[in-house]
């Protein structure tokens, strides 16, 4: 029997992402956006038999922003950012791939385009920009065959975007954006009259993911009157509001509606793992319907009712699936080169209590036994209205092989445990939501599975920020930290956020003016003189939602203080790090840097 040695890291860089996907109407064709080939392009699979093979439509190497086929098979529309800028723009390929060609002749490159909806024969495209609206944004249609590009709604107050157009293209469904807790949607008649989905536009409640039945019937999910998203129905011609379907304690977080059928498919977020499930529109009747992942990251419903799923789960990577209502069908073959899923590690679902008796959830990744090094890698994650769930995410893996245990708290403000909860981040980013972590470090102490000396703290985006305040004041904890991207200044970082964001600063992290003692308090630049754990800091030179003068300032304070700080900028990277050999680079200098303080004596006073 030949006896074959541990799996190598690089095994763990084999898998690929997979950002968005589309089908073409005879469901012959798969268009997907996936790092294959190491960087973003589009790929295509001719999946008229059980399986194809991949070939590349494009070698720009950059990210897309959604992929719409013409239903006549004429060309592919997408939208391509620029190393992770985000300011994508509007192209449309070949059917079979190319040169890109912008949509739009002579645009700026802050200009940015976002997919709404292609009409059914596939001659207009919806779309909302900043152009000649930086903060509200515009929502327009182009007409593929003449060019012609009409305003249909003007953002007014707050960002106002549509979400759905009613099939004869007369009436429209719009969102207002006040915050990510507080969003209601409209229907705009043919008159230009407007009315409100839920029973009062005054009540702070989220609305949205609208999908016509009729031009007279929407459904749509929502919270009003609710701690979780229910899918309610709307009656335009009777203007009447029904709760339609709700699940307990699973928040609503898509709709997709099968016409034929009369089926919606409905996808659910509990904590740390999404469900699906078919509605019957006539009877009532809701039929859940396994999964073969943790995570669902679209759905696409094609006119047969064959269903068509992109997600991933802890120990599976990004995968596309047809489901033909009995059996799930896995097309695309993206595994972990040479290993099984026995191989990897899935987490535990652990709760504890917070400072205040709160009840937090957690994701616990344990080392196996032959590896584990003793040391645990604290994950507080991004967002911070979002959550660490079942995802596979290769860095994870590599880090665990390594020998290190991983724990990703899902403190106050984390999605999926109901609208009051989420709030709770709101204007508070720095109190409350650190005490969970410390309560959740004091958890693991007690339960032994880590201690002062044997801890790291690591994260990205608000995880950067959170791992920035706790080494600014609470070093004692741990032994060094790793930040991604992270804010460093509440007070640089409102100012610095793109323009659309604007209208929600206020709510989501406060006033720099009326707030300023908080800001001063939450930024973990005020906590230099306390920030000594050797630091590891990476960032994406065009990241447009955390800049890099939030790592660049950090930096450069600390190193006149003469501390120990790498620092890492990619280029050609964004808000975070999603080509192959820039993983590879920043994953590998992370390990290093962990094993190099392992070895060190650091003396932070206790
Ligand atoms: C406005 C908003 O909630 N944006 C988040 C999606 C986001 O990008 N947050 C950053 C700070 C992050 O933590 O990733």
Known sequence: MIQFSKPNVEQFFQTYRISTFAISQDESRLVFSSTLNGKFNLWAMDIGGETGYPYPLTYNDQMCGFIKLDPQGRHILTAFDRDGDENY?????????????????????????????????????????????????????????????????????????????????????????????????????????????????DEVH????????????????????????????????????????????????????????????????????????????????????????????????????????????????????????SRWTMLTQNVVTGLTETDLIVPEVITYRSFDGMEIEALLFRAKDETANGYTVFWPHGGPQAAERKQFRSMFQYIIAEGYNIFCPNFRGSTGYGSSFAKLVEQDWGEGPRKDCLAAMDWLFEQGISSRDRLFVMGGSYGGYMTLLLAGRNPEYFKAAIDICGVSNLFTFYHS??????????????????????????????????????????????????????????????????????????????????????????????????????????????
Not at 130 to 146: A, M, Y
Not at 225 to 234: G, I, L, P, Q, V
Not at 272 to 284: E, F, K, N, R
């Open 206 to 325: 989220t609305s949205g993911g609208v999908q016509f039945l009729d031009g007279d019937n929407v459904i749509f999910a929502t919270d009003y009157d609710s701690e979780f998203a229910y899918m309610a129905h709307y009656d335009i011609k009777e203007r009447t509001f029904k709760r339609l379907c709700e699940i307990d304690s699973e928040t609503v977080v898509m709709l997709k509606y099968h016409k034929d059928s009369r089926t919606v498919y409905i996808v659910t977020e509990k904590g740390v793992q999404d469900h699906l499930y078919a509605y019957a529109l006539d009877t009532g009747e809701l039929k859940a319907i396994p999964l073969p992942v943790d995570i669902l990251e679209q759905i696409v419903v094609a006119r047969s009712g064959n269903l068509y799923m992109l997600g991933r789960g802890a120990a599976k990577p990004y995968n596309i699936y047809r489901f033909d209502g």
């Open 497 to 606: 956020v793109p323009e659309d964001w604007k209208p929600i600063m206020g709510q989501w992290l406060g006033d720099p003016e009326r707030d300023r003692e908080r800001f001063i308090k939450d930024s973990p630049i005020t906590y230099l003189d306390k920030m000594v754990n050797p630091l590891l800091i990476i960032q994406g030179a065009n990241d447009p939602r955390v800049v890099k003068a939030e790592s660049d300032q950090l930096v450069e304070e600390l190193r006149a203080k003469g501390r120990d700080v790498e620092y890492i900028v990619f280029d050609d990277e964004g808000h975070g790090i999603m080509r192959k050999d820039n993983e590879k680079i920043a994953y590998a200098r992370m390990v290093e840097f962990m094993n190099r303080c392992r070895q060190a004596k650091i003396q932070v006073e206790k």
């Open 89 to 201: 723009q509007m192209h449309a390929l070949r059917w079979n791939g190319g040169e890109p060609q912008p949509l739009f002749a002579g645009i700026p490159p802050e200009e940015k385009h976002h997919f709404l909806h292609l009409s059914e024969d596939g001659k207009r495209i919806y779309y909302s920009t900043n152009r000649e609206n930086p903060n509200f944004l515009n929502s327009r249609v182009f007409d593929l065959e003449s060019g012609e590009d009409r305003l249909l709604i003007e953002g007014k107050g707050t960002v106002t975007v549509i979400c759905a157009v009613s099939q004869d293209e007369k009436r429209f469904a719009f969102v207002k954006e006040y915050a990510n807790t507080h969003y209601v949607s409209y229907i705009q008649l043919e008159d230009g009259q407007e009315i409100c989905l839920t029973p009062s536009p």
